[in-house]
């Protein structure tokens, strides 16, 4: 590793060498009693690849990197990365791409080539098979969509619960034990009820706007449009106000910490160099060492539980959004040959699953905010 706080071109002299081999032991004390274990789990799941860019093949060698300054991420790789991952994705679903136009351009014939007043039985029955067939195709797409965005919810929030122990252990340890009080709560309001009202409102809102769409489309008619409308404006409401809800708390909660804390360090400090004889100056100078290295891991260890979590939630986002893709572009393909009604169901459904993108991306972003407190509010300031 390279010495940290240490210019390029500089020579160090003997008290400052000892000083940094000081601090990189202790660093790598800290790290090394650390159990990232299930850390390491998740990540290989789904993140090994974004974090082998920040120059970390597994999570205790991601920590010690971020902490001595050594993870550099690459905005060009990330993006390639993302980019490559989304056309395979889609790339994947051309099938489904083919069956749709398949349908679309057997309905269209229909419509075209059965003709005649005597012959309109015979053509809405053609095109209701085709639609059929069309709905099948959905609603199969639409369940697993659903299943994706439960799941990727649930593993999350696995995470979620896995990396707040090791984090509110290492704000106490850093000398931020308030903070430690004040963020366990919140860390456990979103794993048990803002997940839950994503699981049991969110989608399940989500998931009857689709079937609504399809349901919608089956005729003419429009029998059931005000009530799919109502299904799509709950989904975005829920969705708003828990992002609101939750967002509001956290900036409450960090603003209400940040200065509390510092003081209470600085408190803690002078008390020991003032009233402890003798060795109160050189007692409160290892303090302000030690606590100077915990903050370093606990600020790494931040910064690697947010790349873990968005490599976690990579995979599950990049499936719904190639998916929302496909039935997009299969309704733009299908709109000159196929049935308005197969088209107005592909793009109604699309429409309604952004809404289990929105609820597996707010639950990443909810993470990374918390997790973000933890690595700004947390930190000491060393007089």
Known sequence: MN?????????????SGEVIKEIQDEIDRLVGETDFTEWQETLENNGLELAKICNGDNV??????????????????????FTDSLKKRVTEKIGLVVA?????????????????????????????LCQGVAVGIVVYTLSNMASTTKNGISGAVDFIEVSNPTLAVMLTASGSSMVSGAISPLMTFLT???????????????????????????????????????????????????????????????????????????????????????????ASGTIDTVL???????????????????GYAAVPLIELLGT?????????????????????????????????????????LMFIITVGIIVGTGNIYIA
Not at 3 to 15: A, K, R, S
Not at 341 to 348: A, G, W
């Open 60 to 81: 205790r060698d991601l920590v010690l990197a971020v902490a001595y300054g050594e993870a550099r991420i690459d905005a060009d790789s990330v993006f390639s990365l």
């Open 324 to 364: 929302m893709i496909v039935l997009r572009a299969s309704a733009a393909l299908c709109e000159p040959i196929a049935d308005s009604r197969i088209v107005s169901m592909l793009k109604e459904v699309a429409e309604s699953s952004k809404y289990l993108f929105a609820a597996m991306f707010g639950i990443i």
């Open 192 to 282: 048990s009820t803002v997940a839950k009202l994503l699981q049991t409102i969110v989608l399940p809102l989500a998931l009857s706007g689709g079937v609504l769409a399809i349901v919608n489309n089956l005729s003419g008619r429009k029998q059931v449009g005000e009530l799919q409308s109502l299904a799509k404006e709950a989904s975005k409401w829920t969705v708003g106000l828990i992002f609101t809800l939750y967002i509001g708390i956290t900036a409450i909660t960090g603003l209400s910490i940040s200065s509390t804390n510092g003081l209470s360090l600085r408190t803690a400090k002078f008390a020991v160099e003032k009233f402890v004889p003798i060795i109160g100056g050189a």
């Open 292 to 310: 100077f290295c915990a903050q370093l891991v606990k600020n790494a260890a931040g910064v690697t539980a947010i790349i873990v979590s968005i």
């Open 100 to 128: 749709l136009l398949g349908v679309g351009l057997l309905s269209g014939l229909a419509d075209l080539l059965i003709s005649g007043g005597e012959k309109n039985s015979i053509r809405e029955v053609s095109s209701f």
């Open 3 to 15: 010495p940290i706080y240490q210019e390029e071109n500089t020579q160090p002299d003997e008290g």
